[in-house]
């Protein structure tokens, strides 16, 4: 049998190499993980925290109705900016990848990408802006007439949520879409033409079931990281649009309470996490019933 | 004469993948040596240890004289050309060739000197300033043969330097490279899937199967003596019959199956034979068909056409004898006057015990 | 036609995702302080207002030095695992590879939780620039390795292979091959990493020290209505600021595909 030895062979100067970013990523990521999952099992008495183990906190998420509201509120709105995101961006990667000119495909991904690295808290009050009683939106559609008085339900509330997050979470939904259609040979699609299938249909006995991998990253790369914003929720949802990342938020800079923030994030995760898992189940399943 | 590279026992492993089983070879100075197999029998593995990319599991190398464990890639007296070419995208024709002379003790103008010397020995002469990636694909493989040869290596190691080249461009090449070895006088070692371009190129080869060396002759035993039917199959065409060998104090005879007994002249019988069962190989141009109106002097036997290939030049013809189950190929020279006949024909095959090449069942 | 019409689509999705940005300069020149129409009459005094604003200048200043640090360190720990990534595969890479891109999906509410529970409570650190440069080091190593390994892997190993066999040690063949080849990509993850630190809110709003950042400062102005001129103005600067930027990452991109002789297929990620 061949010796592995560090240094010598290929593979192992390949994870000396690998050890900076691994070890940053221990120290940084994998440790602090582990930090709030035992910090979840504390509690906070007053200046200090109390070290004994309990299961007071996510107690007092279950039996404390506001959190799993609030859970639940989040919960539903990822999961509607996740579908409308989705939506709306698969036409846009089918477009630039099978409609543009090869050497023009790039600078339409550069414009799709630009709006999504521009300073988004000025991006989110904008939308404030567009969406207000006296916004773009409003004074457009008065001012053309189509409305009498300025329309309320597109502010403050969950709405405005989804929309302003749907807009900040385009491009992460498209570009993996983009890159999964242009994998796909060209030549699929006319043997599928060639064997008598339509173009819609083509599109959907071949294409579509050949991009679901990007479809799949697009989902999971909207839909966790969203439950986590809570600049969007603060000043976009009102009374009624706050989430569970303003009260996670607020446990640790507010409250002052570690520990069941701590829990807090523990649980959102876990449930995305979870909701992840069981979305790639089933579609891995949907995939496999089809061939 | 003592070898320039000698290679004893050699063994590679990748994981538990065994890739070379125990290699033993010697390559003379300003040999042309070709490593011939199908894809996966570790030829390039071969090439690649000799080069120092990969080290050894077992086994000595010695290039010159001088065990080569434990000196890298850099340090060793051989040159590649790979079957990438590996161009450096970002330097010129010029600055590629000389790239090897960044330590030597050379002169500016010395270096320059020796690229353009190289350059005009590839045929690249007044491309020197030429940005490496509009090139063509033959012109890549020029700049890195002057790449390495720049360096006066012991040894040119080739590794499948023709596969990316069309058939025309590739058949110039062919030449061009035999006129190049034997201009510099280097050894080299060529690594090939190719047969046809070996037996062309090399002064010997080595024909290589899951790690081992199967065989390893200059072209023309390879081709008329294969020592096993997997060499025989890999080299050329070759049909295959069954047979029975007797011996009867000096004289060996045959009895094949479908064609009748015939006795072996001495230079056909190979070492070691013993009487029993054996295969026998014909290739298809020691065969022929008797024309209408042609006589013979030699041996024949009943056959019926059974397919027809025609090629312009050649006829290739599949033919079924009594006693024998698969069919038989037979080439043909298209010559002035011969026809070329349909399926189903009926005809005489023409045979000779100068045609059978003895293997081991 | 199938293709006039998502054309139309893809144009009107434009107007949608550029619909805040264009906002931005019309009311940023705009002479009144609601942000709201009818418009006012055209003024410059917000952007001289940016001129004169101490605190602003402050946390501008903060943001740069986290900014310019976390492009450095992201892309240094991105050129290892990248690297690493194009060479031959270990026991465990395809794991360690996942967990090192693992901040891309992960909220980054978790990732500020953490990482102020560990620095706060564990370790009991003052909060300051350098622990949001720890943070944003984290969350931009991923697009660095992204970008990264586009510009390794289009490289042909047998370029450094050639190197060697023309006698070059293999670190002087990766000074002389493989660095060259990949500066493009090295810059574009810097102005990348970056641009992605200069913009972060979510996870510097917990790790900020007593010297808040820039997009730290703007959160507290957007409480006060009166500030929020100053605000627009502020933010035109930073989207041209951003666009300059990226345009210059692109251009570096494209550099660095047309040296190694790849056509180009796809932008960032």
């Known amino acids: 049998m061949a010796r592995f030895r560090w240094g010598q062979s290929e593979g192992g100067r390949a994870a000396l190499l690998m050890a900076p970013p691994f070890a940053y990523a221990l120290l940084l990521l994998a440790v602090p993980l582990l930090a709030i999952i035992l910090f979840s099992f504390w509690t906070q008495d007053f200046m200090d925290v109390n070290t004994t183990f309990t299961l007071d906190n996510y107690r007092e998420i279950i039996t404390q109705p506001i959190y799993g509201l609030l859970l639940q509120r989040s919960l539903y709105v990822s999961g509607c900016v996740t579908i409308v995101t989705v939506l709306l961006a698969y036409p846009i990667a089918y477009f630039v990848s099978f409609h543009v000119d090869p050497s023009r495909k790039s600078i339409w991904l550069f414009l799709i990408t630009i709006p999504f690295w521009t300073s988004y808290l000025i991006r989110v009050f904008l939308w404030k802006v567009i969406l207000g009683y006296n916004g773009v939106v409003n004074s457009g559609l008065m001012g053309l007439g189509v409305i009498d008085e300025p329309l309320t339900f597109i502010l403050y509330n969950v709405n405005a949520v989804i929309i302003t997050l749907a807009h900040a979470f385009a491009p992460f939904a498209i570009l993996p879409i983009f890159v999964a259609l242009e994998k796909i040979d060209r030549s699929l699609l006319e043997a599928s033409q060639d064997l008598g299938e339509t173009r819609l249909s083509t599109f959907f006995r071949v294409t579509l079931p050949l991009s679901m991998p990007g479809l799949v990253a697009a989902v999971l790369i909207v839909f966790i990281p969203t439950i986590g914003d809570y600049v969007t929720p603060e000043l976009m949802g009102g009374a009624g649009g706050k989430l569970i990342a303003n009260m996670i938020q607020t446990q640790f800079l507010a409250l002052n309470n570690a520990p069941l923030g701590a829990a807090l994030a523990l649980v959102a995760m876990i449930c995305v996490t979870a909701i992840s898992l069981l979305f790639v189940f089933l579609n891995r399943r949907w995939l496999r019933g089809r061939s | 004469m003592t070898a320039l590279i000698s290679l004893r026992g050699v063994q590679k492993y990748y994981g538990t993948y065994h890739a070379l089983r125990g290699i033993d070879l010697d390559i003379k100075a300003g040999e042309f040596f070709s490593l011939l197999g199908p894809s996966g029998c570790g030829k390039t593995t071969l090439l690649r240890t000799i080069a120092g990319f990969e080290g050894l599991s077992d086994g000595t190398l010695k290039i010159d004289g001088k065990d080569m464990s434990g000196v890298p890639a850099n340090l060793r007296p051989t040159n590649m050309v790979f079957q990438s070419y590996a161009i450096f995208p970002h330097l010129s024709v010029a600055e590629n060739v000389a790239f090897g002379l960044r330590k030597s003790s050379m002169s500016k103008k010395e270096k320059s000197a020796a690229v353009k010397e190289a350059l005009d020995m590839v045929g690249l002469g007044g491309f020197g300033g030429r940005a490496s990636h509009a090139l063509s694909g033959g012109q890549r493989q020029r700049v890195a043969l002057a790449r390495a040869l720049i360096l006066k290596p012991k040894v040119l190691l080739l590794d499948e330097p023709l596969s990316a080249l069309d058939k025309k461009m590739r058949e110039q090449m062919q030449v061009e490279l035999i006129r190049l070895q034997r201009q510099v006088g280097i050894t080299f070692i060529l690594v090939t899937h190719d047969q046809e371009e070996a037996l062309v190129m090399s002064d010997r080869i080595a024909v290589m199967f899951e790690g081992e060396i199967g065989q390893m002759d200059d072209p023309e035993t390879l081709y008329r003596a294969p020592n096993s039917r997997r060499v025989a199959e890999f080299i050329g065409k070759m049909n295959f019959l069954t047979g029975v060998v007797t011996t009867d104090g000096g004289t060996v005879s045959v009895d094949v199956a479908g064609l009748g007994r015939a006795e072996l002249p001495a230079s056909q019988v190979p070492q070691g034979t013993v009487p029993g069962k054996v295969s026998i190989g014909i290739r298809p141009e020691t065969l022929a068909i008797l024309f209408d109106g042609e006589t013979t002097q030699r041996r024949v036997v009943d056959a019926t056409v059974s397919e027809v290939v025609y090629y312009g030049d050649m006829t290739y013809y599949d033919v079924r004898i009594a006693g024998v189950e698969s069919a038989l190929t037979i080439s043909m020279k298209n010559l002035i006057g011969r026809p070329v006949l349909d399926v189903g024909a009926k005809t005489k095959v023409i045979w000779d015990e100068r045609s059978l090449v003895l293997l081991p069942a | ?269």
């Not at chain 3, 942000?35 to 940016?50: D, H, M, N, S, V």
């Not at chain 3, 996870?203 to 605000?231: D, E, H, K, Q």
């Open chain 3, 1 to 269: 036609m199938k293709g006039s019409g998502l054309k139309i689509y893809a144009i009107a999705y434009l107007l949608f995702l550029y619909a805040p940005i264009l906002l931005l300069p019309i009311f940023a020149f705009n002479d009144g302080t609601i942000i709201a129409f009818p418009l006012q009459g055209f003024t410059t005094k917000w952007f001289g207002e940016l001129w004169t604003n101490k605190a602003l200048h402050d946390a501008v200043g903060n943001s740069l030095f986290i900014a310019m640090m976390t492009a450095i360190f992201a892309t240094l720990l991105g050129v290892c695992a990248a690297r690493a990534g194009a060479m031959a595969s270990f026991p465990g890479k395809k794991g360690i590879t996942g967990f090192i891109m693992l901040p891309l999906v992960l909220p980054e509410i978790i990732v500020a939780v953490s990482l102020l529970i560990v620095l706060r409570q564990v370790l009991d650190m003052q909060l300051s620039n350098w622990t949001i440069i720890m943070a944003h080091v984290l969350i931009c190593t991923p697009f660095s390795i992204a970008i990264l390994n586009g510009a390794f892997q289009n490289i042909d190993p047998a370029l450094e292979e050639a190197a060697l066999d023309l006698g070059e040690t293999r670190w002087s063949a990766f000074r002389l091959v493989i660095l060259p080849l990949v500066v493009p990509g090295i810059i574009s993850s810097m102005l990348i990493s970056f641009t992605i630190s200069l913009d972060e809110f979510i996870i510097a709003f917990f790790l900020t020290g007593s010297n808040p950042t820039m997009p730290v400062y703007i959160w507290g102005l957007l409480r006060f209505p009166a500030s929020l001129p100053v605000v627009m103005a502020l933010g035109t600067l930073l989207v041209t600021l951003s666009i300059v930027l990226l345009a210059t990452a692109e251009y570096f991109r494209r550099r660095g595909l047309a040296r190694a002789g790849i056509k180009d297929s796809g932008g960032f990620l």
